[in-house]
């Protein structure tokens, strides 16, 4: 089946600097994805999300990256804090809108922001 | 706005034993999923719904059972609890992906239910 993985299931920044997670996607059909960030304890939470005829989607402190030719995310988060700390996940959707119950979600990067 | 909520937050079962997990929203979405996420294997899809009274398999069916027979609870039954159960169950929900409303992609979680099966 399809797949959703991560490069690096870990990353250690110090509290001001920009992070970068990373996904690699194996359907070239997906049309849309999705960047969750995860607390410890809690849901995955909505971060951010690209449609396939974009390259770059910013949002507050994070821009989303798209390459469609590699097949390659990235996430990237600017001036980094302690409260970034979290698991960050990306989801592809499928297309068509039928295979809905297709999403899949990629097995998270550990980011941990040092004071 | 409560969004998603779940019940219970923890349970503990003996092997044999059955439960069920209750999720509601208030968001009146059309779409409503149940995940469970295991260390190492993200998360995954057992069970979803596209609308009251409909109901879908999702990757790891097998032991479960879903009912949606309200628009805003979606519940998620083990008839048989076995070890290999034990994993933090999410439900999360969205608008439908037609629908044309703002986010209608985007999944909306439930803080999760911790299961251990004895």
């Known amino acids: 089946g399809e797949s959703v993985g991560l490069h690096l299931p870990t990353l250690s920044v110090q509290e001001g600097d920009n992070s970068i997670i990373n996904c690699a996607y194996s359907n070239s059909a997906s049309d849309y994805f999705i960047w969750y960030k995860q607390e410890s304890g809690k849901g995955p939470q909505f971060i951010i999300d690209i449609r396939s005829n974009m390259d770059k989607r910013q949002g507050q402190r994070v821009t989303v990256l798209l390459n469609k030719t590699v097949k390659h995310l990235s996430l990237q988060i600017a001036a980094t804090q302690p409260g970034d700390s979290a698991v960050y996940f990306c989801?592809?959707?499928?297309?068509?809108?039928?295979?809905?119950?297709?999403?899949?979600f990629g097995q998270g990067t550990i980011l941990t922001v040092h004071p | 706005n409560a969004g998603v909520t779940q019940t219970p937050k923890f349970r503990v079962l003996k092997t044999g034993q059955s439960m069920t997990l209750l999720c509601a929203q208030d968001?009146?979405?059309?779409?409503m999923y149940w995940y469970r996420q295991d260390p190492g294997m993200g998360l995954r899809l057992i069970h979803y719904?596209?609308?009251?009274?409909?109901?879908a398999k999702g990757e790891v069916p097998d032991g479960y059972n879903v009912s949606r027979l309200k628009k805003q609870n979606f519940l998620l039954g083990l008839e048989s609890a076995a070890p290999s159960q034990t994993s933090v169950y999410f439900c999360a929900s969205s608008y439908s992906r037609t629908s044309g409303k703002p986010g209608a992609n985007v999944l909306t979680f439930g803080a999760g239910s911790r299961l251990t099966v004895l």
């Open positions: 719904s596209v609308g009251e009274g409909t109901t």
């Open positions: 968001m009146n979405h059309e779409y």
């Open positions: 989801a592809e959707f499928p297309t068509p809108s039928t295979s809905y119950g297709k999403l899949t």
